[in-house]
């Protein structure tokens, strides 16, 4: 299925306003949970090609620390959220109430909190395509991989292999206001071909 490509500006944008609701949820969220006001935006959203995901990550070779989650309910694919190795350790300090440098590496206690923080985000996400869509979406629990970023990626493609029929590409960029600290990182969201034709309706009719 490629008619992904054909969709309009005005299509993406309003993709890309399901995207921001979500992440106004999950902003909200993290907040309470942190007690630190955090917010949370997203300057760009991209259609792909499966196997061109590893290319979304501008240095391959960085670690990242990758939540993995699966869908169930109307809609069924794989999501996976990405945080460059900084960003994640930055992260992890927030969900844990720690100051800035307490964490360098990416230990049990990290991923821990890494993992809580992406099934947070990835989770309001899928509720707000989910509400987009007037249907029901149930992830399931998240999985966390700490790799290379183009390892993360390849087995990401990989594992949704003959599943997923293309990619939506999700930049999510987060601020944290008491530190003035920006972090990056990416969402992607690959759904099987029924659930992308179901997209893909959904945001033509919009």
Do not use: C, W
């Amino acid at each position: 299925m490629d008619n992904f490509r054909t969709l309009s500006t005005r299509q993406l944008d309003a993709l890309r306003e399901v995207a921001n609701i979500g992440a106004g949820h999950a902003a909200t969220a993290l907040s309470q949970m942190t007690g630190q006001t955090i917010m949370i935006s997203v300057p760009a959203l991209s259609l792909s090609d499966v196997e061109h995901i590893p290319h979304h990550v501008t240095v391959r070779e960085e670690p990242v620390a990758a939540v993995r989650m699966r869908m169930a309910g109307d809609l069924q694919g794989l999501t996976a959220l990405l945080f460059p190795h900084d960003s994640a350790v930055r992260l992890a300090e927030m969900m844990a109430g720690r100051p800035v440098g307490a964490f360098e590496t990416l230990g049990a206690f990290e991923q821990s909190a890494i993992k809580e923080a992406g099934n947070i985000l990835a989770s309001a996400y899928l509720n707000a395509l989910a509400e987009f869509m007037g249907m029901t979406l149930l992830p399931t629990p998240p999985e966390l991989t700490v790799d290379s970023a183009g390892t993360v990626l390849t087995e990401t493609s990989r594992a949704s292999a003959g599943e997923a029929a293309a990619a939506f590409v999700i930049e999510t960029e987060f601020f944290l206001k008491e530190r003035q600290e920006p972090l990056h990182g990416f969402f992607f969201l690959l759904p099987d071909a029924e659930s992308l034709a179901s997209i893909l309706k959904a945001v033509r009719l919009a």
